[in-house]
């Protein structure tokens, strides 16, 4: 199951490349019916302190816990324009999966819908803060979450730093592993500045659109190896990864660093991102932290 959705979450990233972001604001503030299309909006906007606002969600949509309670409205890749209608919303937000077609039907529908495209950096993930709180009328707040995003991540730099550079650890994330491919966070991703920024060296910064090679990881033998865990994962994963060739070959594999981080935080680019890179520092270098 995890790798099914590991390959479908990377082809519908390749695809969406081509979205459009939308810089347009909403005025109804306070008063809008929002539907989020994503789960970092929806974690974006509980954070902004709009979550009372939601009145619709994906099914993929689980965090904060009281996101649950709220009607679905379908997957990230075929939501339902009749349930969105029927929630009388008056905005829905999206960000990278969603079809472009979809958010013009929305728009038809009379439906003020926006989709934002941020992923190739860490200041993305501070951009898409600020368009989702400048649509829902959250500017203030927006701008505070920021900031100690801001602060948490130089808290981090300043830490790491102590490293000399050729002492620096290499890393990867995997995003997915075994016979359907190997996906990991690739150079061009956000996730590659969360990693550097770290404190580690991304071995997977060669790779391209989330996607790696057996050959390249073997090369590369990071140092270090971090495994997505989600709700549904399986407690044994690390013990399946270093026990499948050919990554048991990998030196992180017989040495015992392997490690599991939140896959959600890391993965739903947004508020949680900071908690991924302090986790991720943590990891490389337990005795800074």
């Given at each position: ?7 479908l979450f ?269 986790e991720i ?9």
């Amino acid at each position: 199951m995890k790798k099914a959705l590991a390959i479908l979450f990377v082809a519908l990233l390749a695809v969406s490349l081509s979205a459009q972001s939308v810089a347009e604001v909403s005025s109804n503030g306070d008063d809008l019916r929002i539907v989020s299309l994503a789960p970092n909006v929806t974690e974006i906007i509980y954070a902004l302190g709009s979550g009372d606002q939601l009145v619709g969600r994906t099914d993929y949509c689980n965090y904060p816990e009281e996101v649950l309670s709220l009607t679905s409205i379908g997957s990230l890749w075929e939501p339902n324009l009749e349930a969105i209608l029927s929630l009388d919303a008056d905005i829905a937000i999206a960000s990278s999966i969603v079809d472009p077609g979809f958010i013009d039907s929305l728009k038809a529908a009379g439906i003020e819908a926006y989709q934002f495209y941020e992923e190739e950096s860490l200041d993305g993930t501070y951009a898409l803060i600020e368009k989702v709180a400048a649509c829902i009328g959250k500017e203030d707040k927006g701008a505070e979450i920021i900031r100690s995003m801001k602060d948490r991540v130089a808290a981090v730099q300043q830490k790491v730093s102590t490293i000399p550079e050729d002492q620096r650890k290499s890393c990867v994330y995997m995003i997915g592993y075994g016979e359907w491919g190997d996906y990991a966070a690739t150079g061009e991703t956000y996730l590659n500045d969360v990693i550097e920024v770290a404190g580690g060296i991304n071995a997977a910064v060669e790779g391209s659109f989330w996607s790696i090679t057996k050959e390249l990881l073997l090369a590369q033998d990071p140092d270090v190896i971090l495994l997505g865990a989600y709700s549904y994962s399986d407690p044994s994963d690390i013990e399946h990864f270093i026990g499948l060739a050919p990554y048991s070959e990998l030196t992180a594999s017989k040495t015992g660093n392997v490690f599991t981080i939140n896959g959600d935080a890391a993965e739903r680019q947004g508020v949680r991102t900071v908690d991924c890179v302090e986790e991720i520092a943590k990891i490389l270098y337990p005795e800074l932290f």
